[in-house]
């Protein structure tokens, strides 16, 4: 019987080789692309975490519409809220394009070049890969941003601009009309006072979360800051300002006027109201003063005495 079955086993593979050789050959490249699939994903899952840590990717992000006082920030910091200030300024340029400038950074979502580097030294710019794609802009190349000119000495990416939406509201990426470069801190000072830029500055944080505080219970730490607007001196927040909250706060000075006023006046009708019993007290001695002084007056021309009941009669 085990002859028969092995005979029939040779003939089948015999009759049925290519067939076999298939499946054995789909077999194995399926093992092959599944093993090939699990490699490329553990080392592009390495790779992203290890960029996140070299390039310090921010837990998240927040903006406000008054920088935090130091007072405030100490307190996150205390809290094991690690934060970097964020803040930019949007320049259109002679190409119609808008440039988001931002100052260099030191701790959170760190710019990483590509080719060249990092600016280093007054009138460099570090500009976002894609952007100098669109607009055929090389390392060593001079753009005008404000009206002074800058030199590209890097180009690469930061991790919060990897996909470059200008707003968040935004649904697709347009790099031809939007880009992100990084200046020093002087440069980026320095084109701040000159207030050529197109709208306000952002006030944006990045922060980390190093302590046991969670997202939540920071937006609740956030949002328990008192912020007054009278500090900031960008003109152009100072005129959204006067449109907006400022005449919000004008009503809410004149309701606590109001307020007031009626509180003044509830206190003067209570007290008008315990004196009305004196008052009518005092008016009744005086008009028996005055009917008895005329009484006497009149008595001497035979005229009757004088009373609260026949004063009128007798006058």
């Not at 927040?237 to 004149?254: C, H, M, N, P, V």
């Amino acid at each position: 019987m085990q002859k028969i079955l092995r005979k029939r086993i040779l003939r089948d593979l015999r009759d049925n080789m290519f067939r076999y050789l298939a499946l054995g050959f789909l077999v194995i490249m399926g093992m092959y692309m599944i093993i090939s699939l699990v490699g490329a994903a553990e080392t592009i899952i390495k790779g992203t975490a290890d960029a996140a840590q070299e390039n310090r990717v921010e837990d998240g992000q927040f903006s406000l519409f008054v920088p935090l006082t130091e007072e405030e920030q100490s307190t996150l910091k205390e809290d094991g809220v690690a934060l970097e200030s964020h803040f930019c300024m949007d320049y259109t340029l002679e190409d119609g394009s808008v440039l988001r400038v931002f100052a260099e950074r030191e701790e959170i979502d760190l710019p990483r070049a590509d080719s060249g580097r990092l600016p280093q030294e007054s009138g460099e710019i570090f500009l976002e890969q894609r952007y100098c794609e669109e607009h055929n802009i090389s390392t060593g190349d001079e753009i005008m941003v404000g009206g002074r000119s800058f030199r590209v000495c890097g180009i690469g990416s930061s991790p919060d601009y990897e996909t470059p939406f200008c707003n968040l509201s935004d649904s697709a990426v347009d790099s031809s009309l939007f880009g992100v470069g990084f200046l020093t801190d002087g440069d980026y000072a320095s084109l701040k006072g000159e207030k050529k830029n197109e709208r306000s500055e952002e006030y944006i944080y990045a922060y980390l979360l190093k302590g046991t505080v969670t997202q939540q219970e920071l937006k609740e730490k956030l949002q328990e800051l008192d912020m007054g607007a009278e500090e900031i001196d960008d003109r152009y927040f100072q005129e959204y300002w006067e449109r907006t909250g400022g005449k919000l706060d004008d009503f809410r000075e004149a309701l606590d006027e109001l307020a007031d006023g009626a509180e003044e006046l509830e206190e003067g009708l209570s007290k008008l109201d315990r004196n009305s019993n004196k008052l009518t007290d005092g008016a009744s001695e005086i008009f028996d003063a005055y009917l008895a002084e005329a009484s006497e007056s009149l008595s001497e021309f035979g005229a009757p005495k004088l009373t609260k009941e026949n004063y009128q009669k007798v006058l």
